[in-house]
């Protein structure tokens, strides 16, 4: 999965965003789309700065890191169906004052031009008795100052409420000032699209990374599950004829992620930290490099669960599905635990299941949940506020508790 770049043709222009669709850009010559279409119609000559956003492309990626409507306070209901409601963000600032300074808000239809209308107003009027009510907590020890400061929001209260308020022509929002405001109205723009673009750009930055890290959990178990076909039961720690572990899963899953020139380099009747095998452990495959994870390139967070019962039971070092009595879809096979219990990736540790505290160790790296891959192959973001008992149902294979990871 990419993550946004930032593309500077010349002194005077720059593109933010994924690799491929900038090089999409820059190929398509005498072509239009919808962004193209955006730049002609909304650019002069005599402006300083111009900044499009066209909404389409990013409106998946907005929706799955927001919150359901029906998880919101009811006040702020609806503010989340606004990325529905914009085609299109345009900002101009010019620094000359030559013309004016405003953001556009093209909605998709008027209807849901007057309602996003409707709504901003609503924010502000929220806003602005949320500000009012904190003063009050704050001074209303001091009667003098509170009189003042409620004097003087009488004065220049509506006034900056209708600074903030849109024009609404048709299907489009205008916020914009008169030329003896902008100052202030440059500020406000400003203001407004660091505001805007900030939160667009982490919320792209945490999207890439969840699907990347998604993506190597998958490839993770894909090689667990070749490595099953090949030996009739899924990988587990190699160990020696006394059953002590010497080396990781991961190391013996190497051969499946086309990776069997570094498996054979490893002296696999040693352990981990031998003289020999610890010098490859700084050769840990992409695969097991978190995106999300702080730690070097020597550990990983991407751990199973040891105990009875589980996946990586130390009791049973040859699970198979026959084992698997809850359902492959049902169970989990690999996670992407938190920083605090990261490994050295050919170390042969996993996480310690705690089944009064399965969550102890998982959450922290995504906002809101957690990474992990199903005996069956598939992957999935699970919500930190899973029920813990679940969670354990889901990590035992055989309790016969069954969950399904998709509710949650």
Same mark, same amino acid.
């Given at each position: 999965?990419?993550?946004?770049?930032?593309?500077?043709?010349?002194?005077?222009?720059?593109?933010?965003?994924?690799?491929?669709?900038?090089?999409?850009?820059?190929?398509?010559?005498?072509?239009?789309?919808?962004?193209?279409?955006?730049?002609?119609?909304?650019?002069?000559?005599?402006?300083?700065?111009?900044?499009?956003?066209?909404?389409?492309?990013?409106?998946?990626?907005?929706?799955?890191?927001?919150?359901?409507?029906?998880?919101?306070?009811?006040?702020?209901?609806?503010?989340?169906?606004?990325?529905?409601?914009?085609?299109?963000?345009?900002?101009?600032?010019?620094?000359?004052?030559?013309?004016?300074?405003?953001?556009?808000?093209?909605?998709?239809?008027?209807?849901?031009?007057?309602?996003?209308?409707?709504?901003?107003?609503?924010?502000?009027?929220?806003?602005h008795g949320m500000l009012?009510?904190?003063?009050?907590?704050?001074?209303?020890?001091?009667?003098?100052?509170?009189?003042?400061?409620?004097?003087?929001?009488?004065?220049?209260?509506?006034?900056?409420?209708?600074?903030?308020?849109?024009?609404?022509?048709?299907?489009?929002?205008?916020?914009?000032?008169?030329?003896?405001?902008?100052?202030?109205?440059?500020?406000?723009?400003?203001?407004?699209?660091?505001?805007?673009?900030?939160?667009?750009?982490?919320?792209?930055?945490?999207?890439?990374?969840?699907?990347?890290?998604?993506?190597q959990l998958r490839q993770?178990?894909?090689?667990?599950?070749?490595?099953?076909?090949?030996?009739?039961?899924?990988?587990?720690?190699?160990?020696?004829?006394?059953?002590?572990?010497?080396?990781?899963?991961?190391?013996?899953?190497?051969? &499946? /992620?086309?990776?069997?020139?570094?498996?054979?380099? +490893?002296?696999? !009747? #040693? *352990?981990?930290?031998?003289?020999?095998? $610890?010098?490859?452990?700084?050769?840990?495959?992409?695969?097991?490099?978190?995106?999300?994870?702080?730690?070097?390139?020597?550990?990983?967070? &991407? /751990?199973?669960?040891?105990?009875?019962?589980?996946? +990586?039971?130390? !009791? #049973? *070092?040859?699970?198979?599905?026959?084992? $698997?009595?809850?359902?492959?879809?049902?169970?989990?096979?690999?996670?992407?635990?938190?920083?605090?219990?990261?490994?050295?990736?050919?170390?042969?540790?996993?996480?310690?299941?705690?089944?009064?505290?399965?969550?102890?160790h998982v959450g922290g790296?995504?906002?809101?949940?957690?990474?992990?891959?199903?005996?069956?192959?598939?992957?999935?973001?699970?919500?930190?506020?899973?029920?813990?008992?679940?969670?354990?149902?889901?990590?035992?294979?055989?309790?016969?508790?069954?969950?399904?990871?998709?509710?949650?």
């Amino acid at each position: 999965p990419e993550e946004p770049v930032l593309y500077v043709p010349n002194d005077k222009t720059f593109v933010f965003g994924m690799e491929s669709f900038i090089k999409k850009m820059l190929s398509a010559k005498g072509s239009t789309s919808g962004l193209i279409d955006l730049v002609k119609k909304s650019t002069s000559e005599e402006d300083h700065f111009n900044a499009f956003l066209n909404v389409e492309p990013v409106r998946a990626i907005i929706d799955q890191n927001l919150p359901p409507k029906n998880q919101l306070p009811l006040p702020f209901q609806p503010f989340r169906s606004i990325p529905d409601d914009i085609e299109s963000v345009v900002m101009r600032f010019s620094a000359s004052g030559g013309s004016k300074n405003y953001v556009k808000f093209n909605a998709v239809d008027e209807d849901a031009a007057a309602k996003v209308s409707r709504t901003i107003e609503q924010a502000i009027s929220m806003g602005h008795g949320m500000l009012m009510s904190q003063i009050a907590s704050e001074f209303n020890d001091q009667p003098v100052m509170m009189k003042a400061l409620e004097d003087y929001d009488e004065r220049v209260g509506d006034r900056i409420e209708g600074m903030l308020k849109p024009t609404v022509e048709g299907r489009t929002l205008i916020f914009v000032a008169p030329n003896e405001q902008a100052e202030l109205t440059n500020v406000a723009i400003v203001g407004t699209l660091v505001g805007m673009l900030l939160p667009a750009v982490q919320q792209v930055r945490v999207a890439a990374r969840r699907t990347q890290s998604l993506n190597q959990l998958r490839q993770i178990c894909l090689a667990s599950l070749n490595y099953e076909s090949a030996h009739r039961h899924f990988p587990g720690n190699i160990a020696d004829d006394d059953g002590k572990p010497l080396l990781s899963w991961r190391v013996a899953i190497l051969p &499946y /992620l086309e990776e069997n020139e570094l498996y054979e380099q +490893f002296h696999l !009747d #040693e *352990p981990w930290d031998s003289p020999h095998n $610890i010098e490859l452990i700084d050769q840990m495959p992409e695969v097991f490099r978190s995106p999300n994870s702080i730690h070097p390139n020597t550990k990983t967070v &991407y /751990l199973g669960f040891e105990g009875e019962g589980t996946m +990586f039971d130390p !009791d #049973e *070092p040859k699970v198979g599905f026959r084992s $698997i009595t809850d359902g492959s879809s049902n169970t989990i096979l690999c996670v992407e635990a938190n920083d605090e219990v990261a490994v050295e990736w050919s170390k042969p540790q996993d996480i310690k299941f705690d089944p009064d505290f399965p969550n102890a160790h998982v959450g922290g790296l995504l906002p809101g949940g957690f990474n992990v891959s199903l005996a069956d192959g598939s992957t999935h973001f699970v919500s930190i506020a899973i029920d813990p008992q679940a969670l354990a149902n889901l990590i035992l294979r055989d309790d016969g508790n069954v969950v399904n990871v998709t509710n949650w």
